[in-house]
């Protein structure tokens, strides 16, 4: 079946590094996404990644390696906007040949002064 | 401005009765779809559109309907046969479901049942 897998919550001091991770099981994998959101607002869209190695975008990065099913969002030099949830999403194939996007529940972040 | 608008963005309804929720996007992008976020659990999917005058039921479609009469609209409606409404309601779309293109959602709607 499909799954993912992601920490529930995090916490982090306001300047540091936190590295959030997922773990997911799925067939037809076709790419693996991260969105930030907000309470009470839209995900938006931070990184995709179909191959394997880092992204890198400003403060943000995100890395995966499809051998263990396993990525990670890395957000440095942290600010208190920041603090939101961050989910995981990957898009998988479907049998009728259209893509399907699997969302993991969302890791919350709290960034502390 | 492009982009997904949706509304509104709180609605209460009682029990019982039909509600329609909005959905409208001026990206140019084919396929559309409405999810559902609860606390605790990840986005699930009630229905997609790849194109027109097509849709197909996602995961947890029961209780709900769709149209997709126009490009750029696809309104969802929360029957009284849902059992349990109450959630949070996102729209998204993407340029076509025939790839891996990224989907961009709306500022959704939180419905509640009184």
């Known amino acids: 079946g499909q799954n993912i897998d992601q920490p529930t919550e995090m916490t982090a001091t306001e300047g540091a590094i936190v590295q959030i991770n997922c773990t997911y099981q799925?067939?037809?994998?076709?790419?693996l996404f991260w969105y930030q959101q907000h309470a009470g607002e839209a995900p938006t869209f931070l990184s995709y990644?179909?191959?394997?190695g880092l992204e890198e975008k400003g403060r943000f990065s995100s890395f995966l390696s499809r051998s263990k099913g396993y990525s990670y969002l890395l957000l440095k030099e942290l600010q208190m906007k920041d603090s939101a949830s961050y989910l995981c999403a990957v898009s998988h194939v479907r049998t009728s040949g259209t893509y399907k996007y699997i969302f993991g529940t969302g890791t919350r972040l709290k960034v502390l002064a | 401005d492009g982009g997904i608008t949706q509304s509104p963005k709180y609605l209460f309804r009682k029990e019982g009765q039909n509600v329609t929720l909005s959905c409208e996007q001026n990206?140019?992008?084919?396929?559309m779809y409405w999810y559902r976020q609860d606390p605790g659990q990840g986005l699930r999917l009630i229905y997609y559109?790849?194109?027109?005058?097509?849709?197909q039921k996602g995961d947890i479609a029961e209780g709900y309907s769709v149209s997709r009469e126009k490009k750029e609209s696809f309104p969802l409606t929360v029957t009284s046969a849902q059992k349990n409404p109450t959630a949070f309601y996102l729209c998204?779309?993407?340029?076509?479901?025939?790839?891996?293109?990224?989907?961009?959602f709306g500022p959704g709607t939180r419905l509640t049942v009184l």
């Open positions: 990644n179909v191959l394997d």
């Open positions: 799925t067939s037809g994998f076709n790419g």
């Open positions: 998204a779309s993407s340029i076509d479901s025939a790839s891996t293109d990224t989907q961009y």
């Open positions: 559109s790849q194109i027109v005058n097509d849709f």
């Open positions: 990206l140019n992008h084919d396929a």
